[in-house]
Nanobody, 121 residues
Framework: QVQLVESGGGLVQAGGSLRLSCAASGNIFRINDMGWYRQAPGKQRELVAAITSGSSANYADSVKGRFTISRVNAKNTVYLQMNSLKPEDTAVYYC???????????????WGQGTQVTVSS
């Protein structure tokens, strides 16, 4: 069984910063790509940022220059540093990871429970 647990969401004023963390645990052999998605009320879930096991990152245009994704492979953890936050960044943020477990079957797609980020104007 694999579990992703997020932390770090909250309420912040526009221009402020937050750091999200997501730790994977369980029957993990290898973690491939990790990423953060978000879903605002009435909108579809969208990719915010993703990072490969070799730490190559890509970002949604809307967050480039403001958000930074990173990971510590030894801790099975991915982070999202969010600076210069805007009200339009308000959403539930979800962690995602593509994980191979010790059964060595095909990689599975795993999601965290989501953490609320609210940016006030």
């Amino acid at each position: 069984q694999v579990q992703l647990v997020e932390s770090g969401g909250g309420l912040v004023q526009a221009g402020g910063s937050l750091r999200l963390s997501c730790a994977a645990s369980g029957n993990i052999f290898r973690i491939n790509d990790m990423g953060w998605y978000r879903q605002a009320p009435g909108k579809q879930r969208e990719l915010v940022a993703a990072i490969t096991s070799g730490s190559s990152a890509n970002y949604a245009d809307s967050v480039k220059g403001r958000f930074t994704i990173s990971r510590v492979n030894a801790k099975n953890t991915v982070y999202l540093q969010m600076n210069s936050l805007k009200p339009e960044d308000t959403a539930v943020y979800y962690c995602n990871a593509v994980i191979v477990d010790y059964g060595l079957g095909p990689p599975g797609d795993y999601w965290g429970q989501g953490t609320q980020v609210t940016v006030s104007s």
